[in-house]
């Protein structure tokens, strides 16, 4: 049997979230819906197997392990995992670096 973990959202990254969908919306209303869905299924899919996510590279380089990162194209999702917990801390462009 598969251990399921609960996914909890930073107040941080409800507001990376918003702030994007907010800018896509602008433009393109409906183009913001489709992000926003794919963006919350992704990160509601960690629920499973969050180890899945890759460690963030430019975190690794320095020799931190402690943060993963889900693509949801162009968005990364970066979060941590703590005992049975997956905690999303940050929606970025991942043009960015972190």
């Known amino acids: 049997m598969n ?12 507001d990376d979230l918003k702030n994007i969908i907010l800018y896509i919306a602008e433009d393109s209303p409906t183009n913001a819906r489709t992000i926003f869905g794919k963006i919350k299924e ?23 392990f402690l943060y993963r990162e889900l693509i949801v194209t162009p968005w990364r999702i970066m979060y941590r995992i703590s005992d049975k917990k997956v905690y999303i801390l940050s929606v970025l462009d991942s043009r960015q670096n972190v």
């Not at 251990?3 to 409800?14: C, D, R």
């Open 42 to 64: 992704k990160a509601a899919s960690l629920t499973q197997f969050p180890e899945r996510g890759r460690t963030v590279p430019e975190l690794q380089d320095q020799g931190i």
């Open 3 to 14: 251990t399921l973990y609960n996914v909890l959202w930073a107040s941080v990254a409800e």
